[in-house]
């Protein structure tokens, strides 16, 4: 089992940048895929990137390549997301997610579906 929390969130004119972070009880962290996904008023929670569970790789969303920025710590158990150059439409409720590595099976990391645990979720609001 594993719990994630979320924090990081908050207000922030749009050109700014905020740091989300996503911590992992547990001790096989390093075990997970990493996700982010984003949920807006009305909308379908979306993907928005994941880092690999050795660190090596990362994937965003067109929305936010060059953009945002996914990292880990696994000293810290801990992902991150940067975000610059903020605009209105990233505003969402901003979910991280664990997936359970299987060695040698691929998974669709964009999917929701292929996570197999979630945190709350932390609030990001964008003014114009």
């Given at each position: 089992q594993v719990q994630l929390v979320e924090s990081g969130g908050g207000l922030v004119q749009a050109g700014g940048s905020l740091r989300l972070s996503c911590v992992a009880s547990g001790?096989?962290?390093s075990s997970y895929d990493m996700g982010w996904f984003r949920q807006a008023p009305g909308k379908e929670r979306e993907f928005v990137a994941s880092i690999s569970w050795s660190g090596t790789s990362a994937y965003y969303a067109d929305s936010v390549k060059g953009r945002f920025?996914?990292?880990?710590?696994?000293?810290?158990?801990t992902v991150y997301l940067q975000m610059n150059s903020l605009k209105p439409e990233d505003a969402a409720d901003y979910y991280c997610a664990a997936h359970l590595r299987i060695f040698a099976v691929s998974f669709d990391r964009t999917r929701t579906s292929s996570y197999d645990y979630w945190g709350q979720g932390t609030q990001v609001t964008v003014s114009s």
């Open positions: 001790r096989t962290f920025t996914i990292s880990r710590d696994d000293a810290k158990n």
